[in-house]
């Protein structure tokens, strides 16, 4: 991990970069930097043709151990507005986030969150679950805060920018709507959510699912031999037989489970894996803050004997 003076030292050449650059022009779009995936998506939500968005982290990326590169320095000393989750998610990049944030501007949008409607992190003592995204409801929050950043940046798109995010806002609505209806076809007794780390609180709490999770709220939490052995049980005493890996986190716990269930004679199954901490492939539905809901809530509903279609909300899921 760069040394505070090397990262000081690097930020200063990006402004340089800046400063060296061909002036900018009212038809420049304003740049965006987002850590995550699910935050450059809302702000191209927000932003449409007046931004133009980086995400740091791609498909598949751990949000929790990332470290910043060079040229992510680089790149969010340059930016326009740099836009994080907080709430301790990229705690690798916290440092650095912060020592930007005195020179830049830099939000931490899921912190605009009042705390009444935030979970606590069993990990981490007096910080809170960031996994916010998971329920679209609350993650609309977030794209209230993602608009007024920009609008604090580029005070000339705002009429833009609040149409674009009423838009979106709108979506999410529905979204919402899918998700409780879908989540309420499965019969209370099968709505047990055992997955890799423990991403889906805010989705257990929001429709009514007992979440497990094999590590904690951090990947960097580890899981030993005595918490499969917990599990295990907990799988044959309430008959469970679908468990989710993550795309963003190692299958390795969930294989361990699902073998330790058959020294059993117990029969568990993946019921799919769910997008946590990441969205799905680029240009795919998958790929959106939208599809990744839609998928995680149509593939937990169908795996757990609910009723989803099988393509989703808006028939855009891709089959497997």
């Known amino acids: 991990m760069p ?18 650059a061909q002036p900018a022009t009212a038809q420049d779009r304003v740049s965006v930097v987002a850590t995550t995936g699910m935050i450059a998506d809302a702000a191209r939500q927000v932003g449409g043709d007046l931004v133009e968005v980086t995400a740091l982290m791609g498909p598949g990326v751990d949000p929790h151990a990332y470290r910043q590169t060079r040229s992510d320095i680089v790149t969010t000393a340059r930016a326009d507005l740099v836009l994080w989750n907080g709430l301790y998610l990229e705690a690798q990049m916290e440092e650095f986030l912060l020592e930007l944030s005195q020179t830049r501007p830099v939000v931490a949008v899921a912190e605009t969150i009042s705390a009444d409607q935030l979970l606590g992190s069993e990990d981490y003592a007096d910080r809170f679950d960031p996994h916010v995204w998971m329920v679209p409801e609350l993650w609309s929050h977030v794209v209230v805060a993602v608009r007024d950043a920009m609008i604090s940046v580029h005070p000339e798109g705002a009429e833009v920018f609040a149409a674009n995010a009423a838009a979106h806002l709108e979506e999410l609505t529905a979204l919402h709507a899918y998700s409780v209806d879908a989540l309420a076809s499965v019969a209370a007794p099968a709505r047990v959510l055992l997955t890799a780390h423990d991403a889906f609180n805010y989705f257990g709490a929001a429709y009514g699912f007992d979440v497990v999770g094999i590590q904690g709220i951090s990947t960097e939490s580890e899981a030993g031999l005595l918490r499969i052995s917990e599990l295990v049980d907990l799988l044959v005493d309430q008959d469970i037989h679908a468990v989710f890996v993550e795309s963003s986190v190692s299958d390795r716990n969930i294989r361990a489970l699902i073998e330790g269930a058959a020294t059993r004679g117990h029969q568990v199954a993946i019921g799919g894996e769910l997008y946590s901490d990441a969205m799905g492939a680029e240009g795919t539905y998958e790929g959106t803050y939208i599809g990744m809901i839609d998928h995680n809530v149509t593939t937990i509903a169908r795996a757990l004997g609910g009723a989803a279609p099988e393509r989703g909300m808006r028939q855009e899921l891709a089959l497997n």
Do not use: D, E, N, P
């Not at 030292?9 to 800046?18: D, L």
């Open 3 to 20: 040394t505070r003076r090397l990262v000081q030292s690097m930020i200063a050449a990006g402004f340089a970069a800046v400063f060296l």
